[in-house]
């Protein structure tokens, strides 16, 4: 399994620009990238909060690469695929939580 989780104290300076169905471009930051039935998903929060959403939120992207090698992240729309890659999200947290207790 492959993932990248970012620790409180991290800076989170990898900013990912996406242009929403409207044009209107959107900057993210990165939270975690998690594995679940091999696929790759994003989990990230908008620079600035998107009209409807709390602080603490964030939006799953499914990741796959594009023709030309570059990163595509399309919304990922099933509440089955989101609160699966939240659930494992939280369990990593819990991994790391306990080895930072030992």
């Given at each position: 399994m492959s993932?990248?989780?970012?620790?409180?104290?991290?800076?989170l300076d990898?900013?990912?620009?996406?242009?929403?169905?409207?044009?209107?471009?959107?900057?993210?930051?990165?939270?975690?990238?998690?594995?679940?039935?091999?696929?790759?998903?994003?989990?990230?929060?908008?620079?600035?909060?998107?009209?409807?959403?709390?602080?603490?939120?964030?939006?799953?992207?499914?990741?796959?690469?594009?023709?030309?090698?570059?990163?595509?992240?399309?919304?990922?729309?099933?509440?089955?695929?989101?609160?699966?890659?939240?659930?494992?999200?939280?369990?990593?947290?819990?991994?790391?939580?306990?080895?930072?207790?030992?």
């Open positions: 993932e990248e989780i970012m620790n409180d104290d991290e800076e990898d900013i990912i620009t996406l242009q929403a169905d409207s044009g209107e471009e959107i900057d993210f930051y990165e939270i975690a990238s998690i594995e679940y039935e091999k696929c790759c998903y994003a989990i990230m929060q908008p620079v600035e909060l998107l009209e409807g959403m709390e602080d603490d939120e964030a939006l799953v992207f499914k990741v796959t690469e594009g023709g030309d090698g570059s990163n595509k992240y399309e919304i990922e729309l099933d509440d089955g695929v989101i609160d699966a890659v939240f659930a494992e999200y939280n369990k990593l947290l819990d991994e790391i939580d306990t080895e930072e207790e030992s």
